[in-house]
């Protein structure tokens, strides 16, 4: 009897125990809570996000200069999803960019920026992506070109140009400014979009964050260049526009608009403006260019176009309505050495971004079918050679060739 007893207070106190355990590896409310600003910090939704009814469960085609991959599902399914993950897998896949099988993801996923996350923060979204409802979406397979499809030259690639490691705080700046250098060098991995990439889509780290050709845009310079960065812009100019998607200075349009709705708008004032202060403090990573003026023909039938149009939005000396259309003189994304945004804008048009902040909106129209390519070309090197502006001649055959990429 007394063996007996003894056999049942064991397997009591052992089930007591695998209970207590368990429960203790139940995230808490706060961490979750705490793993969903990181998870919006990183744009997660972004990228992994194809359908708005299955938010995080994949399939989102990504195009890069290679071809194109699919997203992967983060929902808790297990047979499709990260459910059956361990919180070592998550933190590997993160900051090291390996899946839980062993095979390397490509750079496209920004581990090497998450690289940079400390662990605690890794299993903080782990816990948050834990919470959404499991979706069965099953991973699409990379559509690259040869060779770029064989995983393992990841391998290579991570050799040459992956550099593991934690974010490493400058003790000369304070806890505001480090933590905007951890976002932006990190898990908002703002250099993805606007540093400059080499021939096998690495980072040019000695110029970045000095702007970059993206999907047919132009993610302009974040860095100190005076008529192309952000000189001008103040802290509270940088943080107003990442919270509203607009400021006195610029719109935000493109992949950037989704970014302001999907992510910046929905961050902390104390995050976004550490990003703000980081930002701000940045030196020129590399010169401007040169800027030979247009001739006088082409700035005066530049400028018969924007009378006939553009006039009655933005006025004859280019100031517009600030927060509701765009000021020009000063325009840093005008003026940026490649004027691809500029051109997106003209041909297909643009809607104002609405946030909590600044839920009014704005329209211009689009005039690929309007105009030519040589008057789109003159109106382009108008505003972008008025007011003080100085940007680089646009051709009629860059026209033409943005007018082929039509979103």
């Not at 690289?115 to 979204?125: P, Y």
């Not at 992506?129 to 040869?146: C, D, F, I, Q, Y």
């Not at 400028?303 to 004859?316: D, G, I, M, R």
């Not at 945004?341 to 690929?368: F, K």
Request: net charge neutral; glycine share 10%; hydrophobic share 40%.
């Amino acid at each position: 009897m007394r063996t007996i007893l003894a056999a049942v207070l064991l397997c009591s106190a052992v089930a007591g125990a695998v209970t207590s355990a368990a429960l203790a590896a139940e995230p808490s409310p706060e961490l979750i809570a705490y793993g969903k600003t990181l998870v919006e910090a990183g744009d997660c939704a972004g990228c992994h996000t194809a359908d708005p009814a299955r938010p995080f469960a994949g399939g989102k085609r990504i195009d890069t200069p290679f071809g194109a991959i699919y997203a992967p599902n983060l929902t808790p399914d297990r047979e499709t999803g990260i459910g059956a993950w361990a919180d070592a897998d998550f933190t590997r896949a993160l900051r090291a960019g390996i899946a839980p099988d062993g095979s390397n993801y490509y750079p496209a996923f920004p581990y090497p920026y998450f690289t940079r996350m400390t662990k605690d923060d890794t299993l903080a979204i782990r816990a948050y992506l834990g919470t959404l409802a499991p979706v069965v979406s099953r991973n699409k397979p990379p559509e690259l070109r040869w060779p770029f499809g064989y995983r393992g030259l990841m391998r290579i690639w991570n050799a040459m140009y992956f550099k593991p490691g934690l974010y490493e705080p400058d003790q000369s700046q304070s806890a505001a400014w480090n933590r905007g250098g951890y976002l932006v060098t990190g898990l908002s991995h703002c250099g993805a979009c606007h540093t400059p990439k080499n021939y096998f889509g690495a980072d040019k780290t000695a110029q970045a964050l000095s702007g970059n050709a993206v999907g047919g845009w132009y993610a302009p310079r974040l860095d100190g260049a005076a008529r192309t960065g952000l000189k001008s812009w103040s802290a509270e100019d940088i943080a107003e526009y990442l919270q509203s998607g607009r400021n006195a200075r610029s719109h935000a349009g493109g992949p950037m608009a989704e970014v302001v709705v999907n992510s910046t708008a929905k961050m902390s004032d104390a995050d976004v403006r550490a990003i703000a202060l980081y930002l701000k403090n940045l030196p020129p990573a590399r010169r401007e260019t040169l800027v030979t003026p247009p001739d006088e023909a082409e700035m005066k039938a530049g400028q018969a176009v924007y009378a006939k149009l553009c006039v009655a939005c933005h006025e004859a000396d280019g100031t517009g309505s600030p927060r509701i259309y765009p000021p020009l003189p000063g325009n840093a994304l005008l003026q940026s050495v490649n004027p691809s945004s500029t051109l997106r804008i003209i041909l297909d048009g643009a809607h104002t971004v609405t946030t909590p902040r600044a839920p009014n909106t704005g329209e211009m129209p689009g005039y690929a079918k309007q105009l030519s390519d040589d008057e789109i070309a003159a109106v382009t090197n108008y505003i972008r050679n008025s007011w003080g502006n100085a940007g680089p001649m646009v051709t009629p055959a860059q026209v033409a060739k943005a007018r082929k990429e039509e979103r």
